[in-house]
């Protein structure tokens, strides 16, 4: 009898922790006004019609229900959450059940920070990162580089999608710039190609794109998709062998 009630006593425990887990988990419930904010900032979903519309809010939704987003030194508002869902959304609308099952929060930081994550002081030139080893499934960002990707003047530039396009590129367990998730592998090896042949063009002074994309591989392809998402035409026009790949990989051709 004394065993018994001990197990009866371990498993009302272990129920009653993970009954607390889920029910203190931070909650971002959908927010009243966000398709006004979505019409006000997002081009992207600006440029949709009316089904694309419906399917992205439902995507910032989900998005927003299932990731604890949180300010160091700042408080989140709602603006901040639009931002940020629609960078996780983005790169990902053409693969609708797509879940970032390698994020669980969102860090927003008032400004750039350093390697030791502060925020005042010199030396903070990071406008974002994905965390790795104890910092694995925590992605940080800058509310001023998160605006200003979104703001008239971002040129081809918006350092949250290219955050959650290393996240994606991540999830195939190697952060190499090839997301054999996205990509057929019949694509691999002429993707990689591609870019050596593009990393090369901006070496010689011959290429429009970010010098940063020669970092590596990984930083080419964010760099890449960047440009793809936030200026498709000129894009296009410019670099239209590099513009088609993005396109398969992201399933963007009939979005």
């Excluded at 290393?166 to 952060?175: E, I, P, Q």
Aim: glycine share 8%.
């Amino acid at each position: 009898m004394f065993i018994l009630i001990v197990i009866i006593l371990i498993v009302v425990g272990v129920g009653a922790y993970f009954f607390w887990k889920k029910s203190s988990r931070p909650d971002n419930p959908p927010i009243a006004n966000y398709k006004d904010l979505l019409q006000s900032h997002i081009a992207f979903y600006q440029k949709l019609g009316a089904t694309g519309k419906l399917k992205f809010e439902k995507m910032v939704a989900a998005f927003l229900n299932e990731t604890n987003i949180e300010g160091v030194g700042t408080e989140i508002s709602e603006l901040d959450k639009v931002l940020i869902a629609s960078s996780a959304v983005i790169p990902i609308f053409g693969f609708p059940e797509w879940k970032y099952h390698n994020l669980t929060n969102v860090i927003l930081y008032p400004d750039t920070f350093d390697g030791a994550f502060q925020f005042e002081g010199e030396n903070r030139n990071i406008l974002g990162m994905v965390g790795s080893g104890y910092m694995n499934g925590q992605m940080l960002l800058s509310r001023s580089a998160l605006t200003r990707g979104f703001s008239n003047n971002a040129g081809a530039e918006n350092a949250a999608i290219h955050e959650f396009v290393h996240l994606l590129d991540k999830s195939d367990g190697a952060t190499d710039g090839i997301p054999e998730n996205l990509l057929a592998h019949q694509y691999a090896i002429p993707w990689l190609h591609l870019m050596h042949q593009e990393m090369h063009r901006i070496q010689s002074g011959k290429s429009d794109i970010n010098p940063y994309a020669l970092t590596n591989e990984a930083e080419f392809f964010a760099v890449a998709a960047e440009y793809f998402f936030e200026k498709p035409g000129q894009l296009q026009h410019k670099h239209p062998e590099l513009y088609e790949q993005l396109s398969r990989i992201f399933n963007q051709k009939n979005v």
